[in-house]
């Protein structure tokens, strides 16, 4: 493909919208969580990108305070069951980790392509 144009794309609005962090219109997910090779609109090579375990850590330490705190008032205010306890919490912990792991996933992809071309612009000044 040919160079594309450099327009001003907010990382942060490309990643949370799981979009090419260079160009914005890309999709930057093939699959649920696996990054695309290569960005559909501006070929940006999308493969070189690792996001590794930050997201899910992230994920599990937002849920988890959300979860046993919401827990732990329900309980000491209503006292129910166990049961009601899984029916309640179960859901929302898979709905809220489902929901926020692929923009976490997409803000820090974004967040390390924009260290990496950073540092690629500094040693193409030289």
């Given at each position: 493909?040919?160079?594309?144009?450099?327009?001003?794309?907010?990382?942060?609005?490309?990643?949370?919208?799981?979009?090419?962090?260079?160009?914005?219109?890309?999709?930057?997910?093939?699959?649920?969580?696996?990054?695309?090779?290569?960005?559909?609109?501006c070929g940006l090579d999308l493969s070189r990108h690792e996001t590794?375990?930050?997201p899910a850590v992230f994920v599990v330490l937002f849920v988890g305070?959300?979860?046993?705190?919401?827990?732990?008032?329900?309980?000491?205010?209503?006292?129910?069951?166990?049961?009601?306890?899984?029916?309640?919490?179960?859901?929302?912990?898979?709905?809220?980790?489902?929901?926020?792991?692929?923009?976490?996933?997409?803000?820090?992809?974004?967040?390390?392509?924009?260290?990496?071309?950073?540092?690629?612009?500094?040693?193409?000044?030289?």
């Open positions: 493909m040919s160079d594309p144009v450099r327009t001003r794309v907010s990382y942060v609005r490309a990643g949370l919208a799981c979009r090419c962090p260079r160009c914005g219109k890309g999709k930057l997910f093939k699959g649920y969580l696996t990054v695309a090779e290569a960005c559909s609109e590794a375990d930050g305070f959300l979860v046993v705190a919401g827990a732990l008032i329900v309980e000491v205010n209503y006292r129910p069951p166990y049961w009601l306890h899984a029916v309640i919490w179960l859901p929302l912990i898979v709905g809220t980790s489902l929901g926020l792991l692929r923009p976490l996933k997409g803000l820090f992809f974004a967040q390390a392509w924009r260290h990496i071309e950073t540092e690629d612009q500094d040693t193409n000044i030289e």
